[in-house]
């Protein structure tokens, strides 16, 4: 391509979203929460619905959300998300809405609130962040936290005995009729930021179809609660987490599958 004068244009390979403010993340270097915002805000955008949305932050890590998504934003009480969610969907239909939060958020605190927003098939979306370990808080156990993983709560590593098994999320949230899409995916990779960004792109489509909830789990590596740099973090997700939580789709409706 060439401009007026006659000039070679550069092509544009990469440019930044609509979806996403021009505020620094504060995030560790390596946290994946940067990444899943990106991919969030790119769907948003290329489904030209920004300007309806409305994202429901967690507490969390993600506890400054409201900063960097280009879109209306509400603070929610700890694991109440999904309460939030279900009140600005049901006096706002024509919003489009989600929630974003993490293991601490969802599956501690928040159990009660997703389940039975899933069961009521409230037609909101979730994306849920599980990096198996309290990240804002100084890296206690989760529910997600793996069996034997070393925790500033669990130093001898997770017991069954002591703290049962880890909550597989995407799996009971598929028991539940009223959910009627849910996912899990990584983001440790190109290719699987990649099918990250399909899924997440389908569970928005879901809600946009008026077809109910939907979750995309997404694992999520935490390198300065687990003790390993960058790199080591992202293997760490493909030979620890992903065994423990398989990637996939859990459930789809005919729609888009």
Known sequence: MKDEGGRRKAA???????????TPFHYC???????????????????????????ICPVGCAVFAY???????????HGRAPAVATGVKRVLPDR????????????????????????RSE????????????GMTGGQMAP???LGQKTTTTPAGREVSVAGFPLKVAELMATLDGAVYVARVSVHSPKHILQAKRA?????????DGLGFALVEVLSACPTNWG????????????????????????VPEEIS
């Open 67 to 77: 900063n960097y998504f280009n879109c209306d934003m509400i603070e929610a009480a």
């Open 200 to 208: 997440i792109r389908e569970a928005f489509k879901v809600q946009l």
């Open 144 to 146: 997600t936290t793996l």
């Open 96 to 119: 489009v809405v989600f929630t974003y939060q993490g293991d601490g958020d969802l599956a501690a605190i928040g159990t009660a609130e997703i389940v039975h927003a899933a069961a």
């Open 228 to 251: 390993l740099a960058p790199p080591d973090a992202l293997r760490w997700v493909e030979e620890k987490m992903i065994p423990v939580y398989p990637l996939g789709k859990f459930k």
């Open 29 to 55: 270097p390596g946290c994946s929460h940067g990444v899943i915002h990106r991919l969030v805000a790119e769907v948003l955008d290329e489904l030209g619905v920004l300007e309806k949305t409305v994202g």
């Open 123 to 134: 037609r909101f979306t979730t994306i849920f962040v599980n990096n198996a370990v309290y």
């Open 12 to 22: 544009v390979s990469w440019r930044r979203t609509r979806g996403l403010t021009d």
